[in-house]
């Protein structure tokens, strides 16, 4: 089990990287054909927001990453379990507030992840 988690925890962490590439690097570019019900005219004026977003969705996938280098079992849960935990409530915020697509893709597998986590 625990080497299932830890493939869902690199998935997740992966993820994360490409939400900062994306945000960061892409938005402008890639955010158009990606959001169509976004209107094109406010990616240019939204690019430095969308970077601020890009950054912390990078601390979760940096803040994943770790636990792969944290021997001590006790601290490896606990650090998992937090980061784990922002990642499930920034897809139920962003499932509530832009579209429910995201809490599939960011909220359920860190729900999945975190259940796991306790096997």
Avoid: D
Avoid at 51 to 77: K, R, S
Avoid at 78 to 98: D, E, K, R
């Amino acid at each position: 089990m625990q080497i299932i988690t830890q493939v869902l925890i690199g998935v997740i962490a992966f993820l994360h990287l490409y939400f900062l590439y994306f945000e960061m690097f892409a938005w402008t570019t890639k955010g158009p054909k990606i959001f169509r019900g976004f209107p094109k005219e406010l990616f240019q004026p939204t690019k430095s927001m969308a970077a601020n977003q890009g950054l912390y969705n990078g601390f979760l996938a940096a803040g994943l990453i770790w636990t792969f280098f944290i021997e001590n079992a006790h601290w490896n849960f606990n650090i998992s379990l937090f980061f784990l935990g922002c990642v499930f409530v920034a897809g139920v915020y962003g499932g509530i507030t832009v579209s429910k697509k995201i809490a599939v893709v960011q909220a359920l597998p860190a729900a999945i992840a975190i259940v796991l986590l306790h096997f």
